[in-house]
């Protein structure tokens, strides 16, 4: 059953060939069975995920389903679950069990999605190897000695080892897109605004984005159908109509203009660009044009990012201070001493880096030096993409510049990590949309191929992928490891 697609399973639920009950048994097994050697989840709901199936099976009798009815899902540990700990991969919130549901989580309920568990990540969502996490790295399916990428590792590594047939995740500079690409998976960042972050744990508040990670293209789709809409909770939410996005998936390709965005192949390897190419050639057999086209100022990208999201991380970490909720430090002599002591204890080294960035180009003699640069290079970026989107329909390129990498091989160089989200930053830098889905592998380790939208253009790149995995079966490749099958 593991080996279903969403759409399947939600077909063979209405016909009966299985029960809802039965389906998330067989994955309790499987998350049991491995879970243990991945660490993709932190959390496993059996109780209530047994519960759920059986209130799913009940509305399927009752002829109340609908597209994700009775379908097991795992939620990132970064979305509040009310009576589920949240501990966004952290000591500080180790033990936090939220009083609500994100409003992410509260529609995949009443949707009747049947939550496993909750998902390891990088802490705080910092990090680009989920090896940032306090309760250990997850391992990549493909290669256990590789990271899977981050700071959504768990939700892809579940998805790619079918310990989960979907699972949300998070996205503020790559961590939806980069983890996909690395785990062999699918995954979509919708535009900013399009997803509610109410109850979803703030790092970078103007990037921050919630998204799906799935098999395919339509997986991502049918959850995204549920996630997606204006959220009056979220004053960044946007209120824009959502469409029926498999609805859209049948239209043809031809004449839809991908632009190629050179700057992404400069300082690419040779097997990886020909992975990427070789996917832009089979868009090309259906009917899309190939059009070369600029971002020149995409290699400020990174530069703006690591001030920018510092800025807001430690802002929004401002929060944690052991008095009202989360880690607090064992018998402090004073306020001082709680304060200094909870945020040394209770943090981990990445996240205390980046506090140390953002409270310093926050500071009043480095604001204008720093802050608001950034801001300005931001904007440049923007209009870049603007410029490309007067020229094609959707952009294209990598993912990220190479396979999965080994554990420890980057942690010593803090740039060298950062650098893994150099072909996805910008695309939350400007807000835009972005997906990643697998073109091919190079020395068995998963290839990204990267489109990026315009505002909204949610179902235009979700239907150029569906098309691309129609004709393609990269998307369908399982890793080789014993057991995963």
């Not at 990132?76 to 501990?87: L, N, P």
């Not at 909770?233 to 209120?239: A, E, L, M, Q, R």
Request: hydrophobic share 45%.
């Amino acid at each position: 059953m593991h080996e279903l697609s969403v759409a399947q399973m939600a077909q063979g639920l209405a016909a009966g060939a299985f029960s809802s009950l039965e389906l998330t048994q067989h994955f309790l097994r499987r998350i049991e069975a491995h879970n243990g050697h991945l660490n993709a989840y932190i959390s496993v709901c059996a109780e209530q995920a047994l519960a759920s199936a059986r209130r799913a099976d009940a509305a399927i009798a009752a002829g109340q389903q609908g597209p994700l009815t009775g379908v097991p899902l795992a939620h990132k540990d970064i979305f509040c679950t009310a009576g589920v700990r949240t501990t966004c991969g952290s000591r500080m919130l180790a033990e936090f069990v939220p009083p609500y549901d994100a409003t992410v989580v509260a529609r995949l309920q009443a949707a009747g999605a049947v939550v496993l568990g909750k998902t390891n990540m990088d802490e705080f969502a910092m990090g680009s190897s989920n090896e940032t996490s306090y309760f250990s790295a997850v391992r990549n399916p493909w290669d256990t000695d590789c990271v899977p990428g981050g700071s959504s590792g768990g939700s892809a590594a579940a998805v790619a080892a079918r310990l989960a047939p979907i699972a949300t995740a998070t996205d503020t500079g790559g961590s939806i897109r980069q983890p996909a690409a690395l785990c062999g998976v699918t995954g979509l960042k919708p535009t900013y605004g399009r997803v509610s972050r109410w109850g979803m744990i703030a790092f970078a508040s103007s990037m921050d984005q919630g998204g799906p990670i799935g098999q395919s293209a339509e997986d991502c789709a049918l959850l995204l159908q549920a996630m997606a809409g204006h959220d009056p909770k979220d004053s960044t939410s946007i209120v824009e109509p959502v469409p029926d996005y498999c609805g859209q998936f049948g239209g043809p390709l031809d004449g839809l203009k991908i632009g190629v965005v050179e700057e992404y192949f400069a300082d690419l390897g040779d097997a990886v660009a020909a992975r990427v190419r070789g996917a832009l050639a089979e868009l090309e057999k259906l009917g899309t044009r190939l059009v070369s086209v600029r971002l020149p100022r995409s290699h400020l990208a990174v530069p703006a990012y690591y001030v920018l999201a510092p800025a807001e991380a430690s802002a929004n970490l401002a929060r944690f201070d052991g008095v009202r909720y989360g880690y607090r430090c064992a018998e402090p002599v004073d306020l001082l001493d709680l304060y200094c002591r909870t945020r040394a204890e209770g943090f981990g080294a990445e996240v205390k880096r980046r506090i140390l960035v953002g409270t310093y180009v926050l500071s009043a003699g480095f604001y204008d030096a720093y802050f608001r640069k950034a801001q300005q290079v931001r904007r440049l970026i923007k209009e870049d993409f603007a410029a490309a989107f007067a020229q094609v329909d959707i952009l294209a390129g990598p993912s990220c510049p190479a396979g999965a990498f080994r554990f420890g091989s980057k942690t010593a160089d803090p740039v060298a990590m950062y650098l893994q989200d150099i072909y996805t930053i910008a695309a939350n830098l400007a807000g835009l949309p972005a997906l990643s889905l697998p073109c091919g592998a190079v020395a068995g380790k998963p290839i990204g191929l990267q489109l990026i939208g315009n505002y909204f253009a949610e179902a235009r790149i979700l239907g150029a992928a569906h098309r691309l995995q129609q004709a393609t079966d990269w998307h369908r490749a399982v890793p080789a490891a014993e057991g995963w099958r």
